[in-house]
């Protein structure tokens, strides 16, 4: 125990549950991985932890009140309440893969039986990684709900591909559909005729097809039906038989013979192609194509910098939620159900006495379950606040029978609109009754960082109270401004190895996200207890130790930036260090302007 460290709140005693263990905990070296708090939850906190779960618990709270375990312990104690209901499984969304592998190792327990899924935002969909960043305006425009209506009519856009110039047409001369664009005519053969559908009407049944809201690709038996019906009306047949059984063998026999034609069936490839979401994202890359989908919705600026980002081959945390929607606009493919053939063993009795079979086991069968698993009983959304519109619908999807703890804080947000994001997070709530909590006690930071950040808070969201700090270690924020003539790297290098020397834990140093790689390479020779941090990976980790590096670049790197600076502040549980640049104006003591009172 650490009795120095005794919880105090304006000169009284602060109840604590489990004997002031958090305190004590409070002083000791921070690791890398989150500690299981559960033995010291403080009062305000267990009432989140334990609230009904039938409908949706929303908990505000600033920097360092605990959001992230009272969330994790949610979790654990919900299952423990009601194994049997949450069987269903319980997602925790976490904003970075950073948050993830930190918060992992709190309820390790959790995941034994495959109940509790913990996933970054850029890791919710199957087969995609996040592992890009867009730069603020390319996110700003990725994550509007602006960007429903563009992939509304990408998915439907991208099913014609440009043809370059003498694009030879498809029909029955040819022995392959050809490689690349939309074909503009049909020809086929049936009853010993040639048919043909030209562009217009071709364009015109495409038209018919797409009328709908289906999922495209659910809409290509549809296709097939109306070519065949077109076909067959061009062929002369209709009215051949009076007696109605005569003229339905026609017609059967008919779409017998000319949809099995290799001709017919390489032009449906080729005009009516099976799409995947990332065939549609790829198509969206073309800036011409781009315009047409966007017209109306995005202005050229945009159009330009968002099919130039889409060009890379990695994804960012944006373009995750943007192929998930695109899974709900483009369907899976339509495929036939394939016919079991016949097996003489079928006619074996006894034949499964002899072949010895593995029962799976409950873990296995609870691994594989959470595995195919796309929605879920109860959804918990740590620092919702980050959620783009986009994002919001995707975690949505994943709840859309599900109770739900949303766990935020408006001020550190770091997407440009919160009221779009509100109405999307309402969107994706329904109509599910709202709890509220909020704490409003800091355990993470001394008094002496916590009255720093405000100074920011202040600027960013003036009138907003920050959380009040529990303690007081005398050691106030250092100040360090970098020498005209000397190198930012080697003063940001000189203050971390300062810093370790002064804690036993970690020191995260947080720079703007453009400085993300070079910050790594300055910091590489300290070792593992230094961690360098974009701006926006910082949310919601915390160090013994930070260095926060030019504050005036992270507030101007984004309109939500000097929330984001207000984040990168309350990183420390025991030092503070600001390094200045000359865009930070820093006065003759170091302090920067946005500091300065």
Known sequence: ??????????GRELPVIGDGALMAALGQARSHTMRDIVSSIQAEQDLVIRAPAASVTYVEGGPGTGKTAVALHRAAYLLYQDRRRYAGGILIVSPTPLLVSYTEGVLPSLGEEGQVAIRAVGSLVDGAEATAYDDPAVARIKGSSRMLHVLRKAARGALETPAPRNQPELGEEDEAPAPTGTPTRLRVVAFGRRLELENDELRRIRHNVLGGTAPVNLLRPRARRLLLDALYANSGAVGRHSDPELAAELRSSF????STEDSFLGFLDAWWPELTPRKVLDAMADERRLGRWARRILNPGEVRRLARSLRRKELSVHD???LDELTTLVGAPARPKKRREYDPLDQLTGLEELMPVREETQRERAERLAAERTEYAHVIVDEAQDLTPMQWRMVGRRGRHATWTVVGDPAQSSWSDPDEAAEARDEALGSRPRRRFELTVNYRNPAE???LAAKVLALAMPGKESPRAVRSTGVEPRFVAVPEKADLAETVRFEAR??????????GVV?????????ARWLAELGDRVVALGSLEAKGLEYDATVVVSPAEIADESPAGLRVLYVALTRATQQLTVVAGAGDLPDEAGVPDLLRD
């Open 498 to 507: 300062q810093l370790l020397e002064r804690v036993e834990g970690t020191v």
């Open 1 to 10: 125990m650490r009795p120095e460290l005794r919880a105090t709140l304006d």
């Open 320 to 322: 995750v939620a943007l």
């Open 511 to 519: 720079v703007a996200m453009n400085r993300r790689a070079e910050a």
């Open 255 to 258: 779409d017998e013979d000319v």
């Open 449 to 451: 960082i916590a009255e």
